[in-house]
């Protein structure tokens, strides 16, 4: 009898512990996605294009959804990291992977860093280089204790609360054009490629991309039968990330169609500023306070996973030896950039479309993998919709990089 409790009680322990996973990796993408990289290019293309940045909105959610069911639903059928199965796709091609999503990652976090700094720096008046300092020591305390992953999970969730919070009070003081908004996201009147490929890099491509899929992992998520949890973290992280996104241009929107100019230095903050006064100076400062921490955990935690080619219970307790170091480099490095070099803002943008270039050779890559009996088993077959989907966005991606970088260059 007590052995029937025993196992009666497992299914429902695993189903817990999954469902955590799957929220845990929603809120992990979803906040890594619009972090203070988001919050600059959104400012910043919003006050060059008007309306019809809206597309470049409506474009970069679709191109999520794709992705993002695509490589959450590989990785976890498959049981293994990107990495390790890029290895088996084609042998070294996981470091080659590797090296372009840490490096890229580790870029980014210079401006997460750099972000969080100007946050508490808008707050307490705290200078940016000391607050990138505390914002940092926070991070690695809350990366290395004991239950990290918990941990992670619930502080960016907090801070997807307080995000969510801000955005909702500036839509509700400002006059939000939403026709005008609507009718350019569908229809607009100038289509810049630089835009989408900054947007979409910034929010989707990199590390990002990976950050839900090896959560899942990391929850214990293995094999076909799991594909529930896949759909569960995957929509309700490109859901909220969406919500996020669609907030802020309306914000950014209702301040340039009111006549106003945004600051180039710092025009995220400009749109807070306008819209409430010294009171949403305020608000931008602990919004890009929580926008800058929550980036700072996803891409720590998804960038040293892509170091992690463990792919087994043994080998994986053999790297828990240096993630702690790992995460510890990788953040005080980070930290050290910005303190010395400084100048986030310019980092972001530019590392957000050079990481439009990795999406579509990481995508490409796993869906060469999904054809893999050998990788992801005998009995599964990947949904044709995603399949052509999929390819579709490599295309379109590799396209609009490269005409991306023909206008950057």
Known sequence: MKKEQQNAGLPKSRRNKLHAAAIGGAFLMAMSAV???FLTQTATFTSQMGANFGFAILVCIL????????????IVVAGKRAQVIANEVFPGLGYLLSALVAIGGLFFNIGNIGGAGLGLNVLF???????????AAFAIIVLIIKNALTAV???????????????????????????TAVQHSFVPTKVDFYSIVTIVGGTVGGYISFAGGHRLLEGGARGQQDIKYVNEGALTGIGLASVIRIMLFLAGLA?????????PANPAASIFKVAAGDFGYKFFGLLLLASGLSSI?????????FLDYAISAKEDTHFEKYRRMLIMA?????????YFIGQPAKVLVVVGTLNGFILPIALAMLLLAARRKDIIGTTYRHPRWLSITGWLVVLFMAFASVEAAIKLF
Do not use: E
């Open 153 to 179: 999970d619930r502080t960016v969730q907090v801070l997807a609360v307080i995000k969510i919070a801000i955005l909702l009070y500036i839509l509700w003081v400002m006059k939000v054009p939403y026709a």
């Open 330 to 338: 990788f953040i005080v490095f980070s930290t050290a950039i910005f």
């Open 63 to 74: 191109v999520d959804i794709i992705v993002q069911l695509n490589i959450w639903r590989i």
């Open 35 to 37: 972090g203070p990289g």
């Open 125 to 135: 008046g705290i200078s940016p280089q000391n607050g990138a300092i505390i914002v």
């Open 297 to 305: 955990l996803g891409s720590t935690f998804t960038s040293v996973s």
């Open 255 to 263: 301040v340039i169609v009111a006549g106003y100019k945004l600051d």
